[in-house]
């Protein structure tokens, strides 16, 4: 268990238990931290250490994970898009038009593009859409 002291917006200052530093996070983004004066949601760690009891070199697991739902949803996005389509890095512009164009074969591909070609992509009809995570070449 770990001893958050907890800020909500209007700077109403409380404390409150919670099974871990993953549980707060999962509670906070799931708007169930809640100020204990006036109810508001938008709660945040007050600038303070954690006090923790007993245990308090307990080895920080699951690292690797996503923290929250939101991050959860991109990193499933990030492997379907990485399963299902080609990576073309700095190519994406110059290959997306020659898909649209038909010289080069249909197919889903992803790469990185500056936001004015992008924006020219879309004026031309060219059906691209932004990515909300960091494309990088596939690893396996
Ligand atoms: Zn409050």
Redesign the pocket.
Known sequence: MIQYSLK?K?S?QFESWFQSAEAFDKLRAAGMVT?A??G?TQVEKAIMAPRLNQKASEPEKALSQPANPAEQAIAELRKKVEENADYVGRDFVSEARAIHEGTAPERSIYGEARLDEAKKLVEDGVPVAPLPFNPTRKTN
């Open positions: 909500c209007e109403h100020c004066v006036c508001s």
